[in-house]
């Protein structure tokens, strides 16, 4: 017999909400997560991979349980960057669906303005979600008031220490109140995770819902490469992969910019992002990458962190990450729920020493760069499969006709394709 949300133990109004919203049947995490929350008081540790509805882990159980005729803020969500926060609000609003329940973003970047003005006005109950230095900005000036809060989340705990946010978030801890439950969410739990937990956590749960899930499908490979033809080999390797769809990862700002702006100039279908672009700037990307708008995503680290985009074909590393852990959460944003994927790393010769690190952990790939000869047969046959699969329109078949009356079909196809694709099949690009 399947996991349903009813026989987790929901209210019914929550389970009607979630199958009108088409969530039906619940994952590994919140099949594991969600009674533990209704039935227990204690405080709790939660593993789970990214992308696998954490938020719904303790979001859904955390509105079913919430008094709506209680004023205040009921609950507070800590997340490592705003775009994740972002998401996780977003989600929170789908669940509470209409319940009177209000939801507020606490994120730099954003207005401020209009924070304290919601703040303010706290007249129902309330989740509020953000970033460690937003969040501790308001509670350091009185803005947020959590003397009724009852539950304290932190969201991608591993990443938040990675991030150097330890000191922030013990100095959140302390306007807190005592009796809380305290639930921390995490990808990996490593000693230092454990360690905190230690410190915030109260004789905590753990709950694994790592045991059951499937393990990634991500071809791992390695390039080696010269730092001055980097590029060339890039744009290279990008064509010989059809349908590509991925985030290519610099470790500094400096190099997300001058790559996306190197990459738009050659004809590629880029948005970039990194933390020192505005929020507006950071969404606009986001949801451009998201519908598939562009297909290329230039990223750092700590911009990619909680993102949550399905599909992603490829992940690219310009240069060697620094670290296993770095490396691992890169890569895993690729080959997801069953799907396979592929991950490539760019080797420079000083680069080697730090790489054979990794190799020791990993089975990574070597591979050749594809010559020109071989990109522009893959790109050949790539725009075949797509003129096969279009669906023309009336226009373009009268159009054709009329083409035909006056040159026979071979010239006339190759005056076209040379008039408007000398581009895409020009040899020296490679």
Excluded: W
């Excluded at 020493?353 to 000869?373: Q, S, V």
Aim: proline share 3%.
């Amino acid at each position: 017999m399947s996991i349903t949300f009813e026989s987790l133990g929901l209210g019914e109004a929550m389970v009607s909400s979630l199958e009108k919203r088409g969530y039906n049947t619940p994952t590994d995490i919140q099949g594991l997560l969600i009674p533990e929350f209704l039935n227990e008081s204690m405080d709790m540790i939660a593993q789970a991979a990214t992308g696998t509805g954490k938020t719904g882990a303790f979001g859904i159980p955390l509105i079913d349980q919430m008094d709506v005729n209680r004023k205040g803020v009921h609950a507070l969500v800590l997340a490592p960057t705003r775009e994740l926060a972002s998401q996780v609000a977003k989600e929170l609003v789908k669940f509470a669906g209409k319940r009177q329940i209000n939801v507020i973003e606490l994120c730099g970047g954003q207005g401020m303005r209009e924070q304290i003005q919601q703040l303010k006005k706290v007249t129902r109950a309330t989740i509020a979600v953000g970033t460690p230095g937003r969040v501790l900005d308001h509670l350091d000036k009185k803005r947020l008031n959590t003397k009724g809060l009852t539950h304290f989340i932190i969201d991608e705990v591993d990443e938040m220490l990675n991030f150097g946010f330890k000191e922030d978030m013990d100095r959140i801890v302390e306007y807190l109140p005592t009796e809380r439950r305290t639930i921390i969410l995490s990808a990996t739990l490593p000693s230092f995770v454990m360690k905190v937990a230690k410190a915030y956590l109260h004789n905590p749960k753990v709950i694994n819902a790592m045991a059951n899930a499937p393990k990634p499908d991500i071809s791992e490979q390695f390039y080696r490469v010269k730092r001055v033809s980097k590029f060339q080999l890039l744009c290279r390797v990008m064509d010989s992969m059809v349908g590509f769809y991925g985030f290519i990862f610099c470790n500094t700002k400096r190099e997300v910019d001058e790559l996306a702006e190197k990459l738009i100039k050659s004809g590629y279908p880029v948005e970039s992002l990194h933390g020192d672009l505005s929020q507006a700037q950071r969404n606009r990307a986001f949801e451009k990458f998201k519908t598939k708008q562009c297909k290329i995503l230039v990223v750092t680290d700590v911009a990619a962190r909680g993102i949550d985009v399905k599909n992603i074909s490829h992940v690219i590393n310009t240069a060697v990450p620094q670290n296993l852990e770095v490396y691992t959460h890169r890569i895993g944003r690729t080959g997801r729920a069953g799907q396979s994927g592929v991950a490539i790393t760019f080797v420079t010769e000083n680069q080697m020493g730090k790489f054979k690190r990794l190799l020791k952990t990993r089975t990574i790939k070597r591979m050749e760069i594809p010559n020109a000869k071989d990109v522009m047969k893959i790109k050949q046959t790539s725009f075949i499969e797509q003129l096969q699969q279009l669906d023309t329109k009336p226009f373009y078949n009268d159009l054709a006709n009329e083409i035909l009356n006056d040159l026979n079909p071979e010239q006339a196809l190759a005056s076209i394709l040379q008039l408007r694709c000398s581009d895409i099949f020009n040899k020296r690009n490679y």
